[in-house]
Nanobody
Framework: QVQLVESGGGLVQAGGSLRLSCAAS????????MGWFRQAPGGKEREFVA????????ADSVKGRFTISRDNANNTVVVYLQMNSLKLEDTAVYYC?????????????????WGQGTQVTVSS
């Protein structure tokens, strides 16, 4: 059974840091592209944040502040999103996702597997 389980969300002040984790199991996720997406409140669309396969990719809005990494050591792949210098506009539900191929990493509809999401709230 495929499972992607996010953790690490919470409430943080602007300028602070959080580290999100995603534990992925049920497939050979070590060969997959893993991504982070977010959906802000108010009916906004889910947007790309970062992805990792043999290289890393970032949305312009988070470049230089967020870092994605992964640990493929065990059967359960863990993907991290280190978020620094958080801003009010980073408030969103953050989702972990996985796709088999390495192209189109920023496109939501190319990802086959999704977690349930974890809430990140940045306060002033």
């Amino acid at each position: 059974q495929v499972q992607l389980v996010e953790s690490g969300g919470g409430l943080v002040q602007a300028g602070g840091s959080l580290r999100l984790s995603c534990a992925a199991s049920g497939r050979t996720f070590s060969t997959y592209t893993m991504g982070w997406f977010r959906q802000a409140p108010g009916g906004k669309e889910r947007e790309f944040v970062a992805a990792i396969n043999w290289k890393t990719y970032y949305a312009d809005s988070v470049k230089g502040r967020f870092t994605i990494s992964r640990d493929n050591a065990n059967n359960t792949v863990v993907v991290y999103l280190q978020m620094n210098s958080l801003k009010l506009e980073d408030t969103a539900v953050y989702y972990c996702a996985a796709k088999y191929r390495n192209e189109y990493v920023a496109l939501t509809d190319r990802y086959a597997y999704w977690g349930q999401g974890t809430q990140v709230t940045v306060s002033s």
